[in-house]
């Protein structure tokens, strides 16, 4: 028998609702794949001739695949990826065509398709494969579930779908901002956009200058195996600090065991950290730069870069530069037709950047800083509410 939740609601009246069933997921829903579609009527954009949603084995963009002229499934259902990263479930209320390995759960009683989603996501559905995670209809219906009558299945799902709601906006509020930088950052570094200097007069025109004029490249840990990680006194800079951060954050970094002898190079403040190799241009040669005053090292898929001099640098300026439109679309055209793409000192040398005079630098770090921070509230309003919302699904999925 499966544990009795933590959190419980009460009828209106205020009694007690009856204890929940255990059953499993085949004895409460039709289960089926979705299955081969139709090419000749399905539409990428919505619109009178096709409007019927297709939906397929995806998470992004809640697995809209396109568009169709007619639909396999009509009424309250809630569908499971079956393929990758399987297990993940949304209910779904509105006619629709399923394709390829996408799950379709359709009730056999009167029971909440928006409970029992939420109670899927929130059960961990585990699938041997040595290859690609698979997750078929048989599979699926073996899933123990926990099932509360209909009204107390129904309070649930409004309190969730509430949460749901505040999260959706709060995302909302996090994309509309992260959108807005990137509309002032386009407008700044093409120059658009000028600051005056406090003075109310122009600053100087802008520079160009390549890296391999400005500074030296420098390489990640070498001679490093396994055993050498994830313990010793050494810190460094790991590989996805770099991907993630436009600027390499100290709360991320990875351990490493380095002898009194060993040469390595360390990472110094100022500094620009690539990532050297990926699968995909639109990932290679992401950077960031470090703003601290300790030593660590850098990660061996990693590069580093130091200007000569920093007297007429400012760093900040620096790391939002070197994600800026114009600099990542120059870096993405080096890896282009490559099928593992590993960026060396020799072609990141090559890389153009404008940079103006120092004060200005300031004022565009400072005014896309603010930004950040903002961004950065945001997100981590966003981030409570998530959490709530997992420790709601934890008190009544235990």
Same mark, same amino acid.
């Given at each position: =028998?499966?544990?009795?939740?933590?959190?419980? *609601? /009460?009828?209106?009246?205020?009694?007690?609702?009856?204890?929940?069933?255990?059953?499993?997921?085949?004895?409460?829903?039709?289960?089926?794949?979705?299955?081969?579609?139709?090419?000749?009527?399905?539409?990428?954009?919505?619109? !009178?001739?096709?409007?019927?949603?297709?939906?397929?084995?995806?998470?992004?963009?809640?697995?809209?695949?396109?568009?169709?002229?007619?639909?396999?499934?009509?009424?309250?259902?809630?569908?499971?990826?079956?393929?990758?990263?399987?297990?993940?479930?949304?209910?779904?209320?509105? =006619?629709?065509?399923?394709?390829?390995?996408?799950?379709?759960?359709?009730?056999?009683?009167?029971?909440?398709?928006?409970?029992?989603? #939420?109670?899927?996501?929130?059960?961990?559905?585990?699938?041997? &494969?040595?290859?690609?995670?698979?997750?078929?209809?048989?599979?699926? &219906?073996?899933?123990?579930?926990?099932?509360?009558?209909?009204? #107390?299945?129904?309070?649930?799902?409004?309190?969730?779908?509430?949460?749901?709601?505040?999260?959706?906006?709060?995302?909302?509020?996090?994309?509309?901002?992260?959108?807005?930088? /990137?509309?002032?950052?386009?407008? +700044?570094?093409?120059q658009e956009v000028r600051f005056k200097a406090d003075d109310g007069s122009e600053f100087p025109k802008w #520079?160009?200058?390549?890296?391999?004029?400005?500074?030296? *490249?420098?390489?990640?840990?070498?001679?490093?195996?396994?055993?050498?990680?994830?313990?010793?006194?050494?810190? *460094?800079?790991?590989?996805?600090?770099?991907?993630?951060?436009?600027?390499?954050?100290?709360?991320?970094?990875?351990?490493? /065991?380095?002898?009194?002898? !060993?040469?390595?190079?360390?990472?110094?403040?100022?500094?620009? +950290?690539?990532?050297?190799?990926?699968?995909?241009?639109? !990932?290679?040669?992401?950077?960031?730069?470090?703003?601290?005053?300790?030593?660590?090292?850098?990660?061996?898929?990693?590069?580093?870069?130091? *200007?000569?001099?920093?007297?007429?640098?400012?760093? !900040?300026?620096?790391?939002?530069? =070197?994600?800026?439109?114009?600099?990542?679309?120059?870096?993405? +055209?080096?890896?282009?037709?490559?099928?593992?793409?590993?960026?060396?000192?020799?072609? +990141?040398?090559?890389?153009?950047?404008?940079?103006?005079?120092?004060? #200005?630098?300031?004022?565009?770090?400072?005014?896309? &800083?603010?930004?950040?921070?903002?961004?950065?509230?945001?997100?981590?309003?966003?981030?409570?509410?998530?959490?709530?919302?997992?420790?709601?699904?934890?008190? =009544?999925?235990?």
């Open positions: =028998m499966m544990v009795a939740p933590k959190l419980r *609601f /009460k009828a209106d009246d205020g009694c007690d609702f009856p204890d929940w069933e255990d059953k499993t997921l085949g004895e409460l829903f039709h289960i089926s794949a979705g299955g081969d579609i139709d090419k000749n009527n399905c539409a990428a954009k919505q619109s !009178e001739d096709y409007p019927y949603p297709v939906y397929a084995n995806a998470l992004v963009n809640n697995g809209t695949y396109g568009y169709a002229n007619y639909y396999k499934i009509d009424g309250d259902t809630f569908t499971v990826t079956g393929r990758g990263d399987v297990g993940h479930a949304v209910a779904r209320h509105c =006619m629709y065509v399923p394709i390829v390995r996408l799950l379709v759960c359709q009730p056999n009683m009167d029971d909440d398709v928006d409970f029992f989603a #939420e109670q899927i996501n929130h059960t961990r559905v585990f699938i041997e &494969s040595t290859g690609v995670p698979q997750l078929t209809a048989p599979q699926l &219906s073996k899933i123990k579930v926990r099932r509360p009558t209909l009204p #107390e299945q129904r309070k649930i799902a409004d309190l969730l779908s509430a949460v749901d709601a505040v999260i959706a906006a709060q995302q909302a509020e996090v994309d509309a901002w992260e959108q807005r930088k /990137k509309g002032v950052m386009q407008k +700044l570094f093409s #520079e160009e200058k390549t890296l391999g004029e400005e500074g030296q *490249f420098y390489g990640g840990l070498s001679g490093k195996g396994k055993d050498d990680f994830d313990c010793g006194n050494g810190r *460094f800079v790991t590989y996805m600090n770099v991907y993630k951060n436009t600027f390499a954050s100290r709360d991320a970094m990875g351990r490493v /065991k380095v002898g009194d002898a !060993e040469k390595q190079n360390k990472v110094r403040y100022g500094d620009i +950290l690539f990532t050297q190799s990926s699968e995909t241009v639109d !990932e290679v040669g992401l950077s960031s730069v470090y703003l601290y005053n300790d030593e660590p090292y850098l990660n061996s898929f990693c590069m580093g870069y130091r *200007f000569n001099n920093l007297d007429n640098v400012c760093p !900040e300026f620096i790391g939002y530069c =070197m994600r800026s439109n114009e600099i990542r679309k120059s870096i993405m +055209l080096m890896g282009q037709g490559i099928s593992r793409i590993n960026l060396g000192a020799k072609r +990141l040398a090559t890389v153009k950047y404008k940079i103006p005079s120092l004060p #200005e630098q300031r004022k565009i770090a400072d005014c896309l &800083s603010s930004m950040d921070e903002v961004i950065q509230k945001a997100k981590d309003e966003l981030a409570k509410w998530r959490e709530l919302k997992k420790g709601l699904l934890q008190q =009544m999925f235990v």
